[in-house]
């Protein structure tokens, strides 16, 4: 499968930006996900699923600078055009969410549903093809289906015909680039309503998550059952990918309970911060 596109998000819940090219560890992509959005007075993280304000943040685009050096090595465009760097971030993010803001290196705040340091979901990298969204369009010709509605890291083109979410065979198999990446794909990504709201130049789609739902739901065990669109995928070895080059999948797909519970078991341990085998 070719990579089509990469993207990080290097603060959560907001926009992120599109890389020709991108060094992968066992912490995500370079840079993905590296600061949270925090209240100053409550020590709560402004989150992108609830509360008062989480529309302008995701309306806000990040994107890191080239020296990591400074203090707070990011660029903010604002939803009004408007670019912040640096110690500005932090005062125009205070001004347009009505609150007090600090950005908080991820490594220092709990996620919900990440492993200590980390504030990725379930795992560090998510993959979107080309062909589940071809299904969606096919299932629900309505909904715009865009893949940054899904805010995935890579998307991989494996043609366009509709008729499966491709992702599934996929599970339990590794995806080897060229660099020495190989990348451990275990888990369906379950969606939530962000999918359905505005984003970016995109229009809201409230029939997005309910088409999913009717067509492809998992049980995550303790985690519930969910409508579920492309896939999870721990660092197995680290590497650098770029636009163009071709991941390979290992082996032969097989039943994907079986991916799916060994890592549900890996998440679970992972949350309650052992290290699994």
Same mark, same amino acid.
């Given at each position: 499968?070719?990579?089509?596109?990469?993207?990080?998000?290097?603060?959560?819940?907001?926009?992120?930006?599109?890389?020709?090219?991108?060094?992968?560890?066992?912490?995500?992509?370079?840079?993905?996900?590296?600061? *949270?959005?925090?209240?100053?007075?409550?020590?709560?993280?402004?989150?992108?699923?609830?509360?008062?304000?989480?529309?302008?943040?995701?309306?806000?685009?990040?994107?890191?600078?080239?020296?990591?050096?400074?203090?707070?090595?990011?660029?903010?465009?604002?939803?009004?055009?408007?670019?912040?760097?640096?110690?500005?971030?932090?005062?125009?993010?205070?001004?347009?969410? !009505?609150?007090?803001?600090?950005? &908080?290196?991820?490594?220092? *705040?709990?996620?919900?549903?990440?492993?200590?340091?980390? %504030? &990725?979901?379930?795992?560090?990298?998510?993959?979107? $093809? $080309?062909? $589940?969204?071809? %299904?969606?369009?096919?299932?629900?010709?309505?909904?715009?289906?865009?893949?940054?509605?899904?805010?995935?890291?890579?998307?991989?083109?494996?043609?366009?015909?509709?008729?499966?979410?491709?992702?599934?065979?996929?599970?339990?198999?590794?995806?080897?680039?060229?660099?020495?990446?190989?990348?451990?794909?275990?888990?369906?990504?379950?969606?939530? *309503?962000?999918?359905?709201?505005?984003?970016?130049?995109?229009?809201?789609?409230?029939?997005?998550?309910? $088409?999913?739902?009717?067509?492809?739901?998992?049980?995550?065990?303790?985690?519930?059952? %969910?409508?579920?669109?492309?896939?999870?995928?721990?660092?197995?070895?680290?590497?650098? *990918?770029?636009? !163009?080059?071709?991941?390979?999948?290992?082996?032969?797909?097989?039943?994907?309970?079986?991916?799916?519970?060994?890592?549900?078991?890996?998440? &679970?341990?992972?949350?309650?911060?052992?290290?699994?085998?």
């Amino acid at each position: 499968m070719g990579v089509l596109a990469i993207w990080r998000y290097p603060v959560k819940a907001m926009l992120g930006e599109s890389l020709p090219e991108t060094h992968v560890d066992h912490a995500g992509c370079d840079g993905d996900r590296k600061y *949270v959005a925090v209240d100053v007075d409550t020590g709560e993280t402004i989150a992108n699923k609830r509360g008062p304000t989480h529309p302008a943040l995701r309306a806000c685009r990040a994107a890191l600078l080239a020296d990591r050096d400074a203090l707070l090595p990011l660029r903010v465009t604002l939803p009004d055009g408007e670019v912040v760097e640096g110690a500005d971030v932090e005062p125009a993010l205070s001004s347009l969410l !009505g609150r007090r803001v600090r950005l &908080q290196a991820a490594a220092d *705040v709990p996620g919900r549903f990440a492993a200590p340091g980390r %504030h &990725q979901d379930f795992a560090p990298v998510h993959v979107l $093809t $080309t062909r $589940t969204l071809a %299904h969606l369009r096919a299932l629900q010709p309505e909904v715009e289906w865009d893949p940054r509605r899904f805010r995935p890291n890579f998307l991989l083109d494996d043609g366009d015909e509709p008729g499966a979410f491709s992702e599934d065979a996929l599970l339990g198999r590794d995806l080897r680039g060229p660099s020495g990446l190989a990348l451990a794909v275990g888990l369906p990504t379950p969606r939530c *309503v962000v999918i359905t709201r505005a984003h970016e130049a995109l229009p809201a789609a409230p029939r997005a998550l309910r $088409t999913i739902a009717e067509h492809h739901e998992f049980d995550l065990g303790p985690f519930g059952r %969910h409508a579920c669109a492309g896939a999870y995928a721990e660092t197995r070895s680290p590497g650098r *990918v770029r636009v !163009g080059e071709l991941l390979t999948a290992d082996g032969d797909p097989g039943p994907p309970s079986a991916a799916i519970a060994a890592s549900l078991a890996r998440v &679970q341990a992972l949350l309650a911060g052992e290290a699994p085998a």
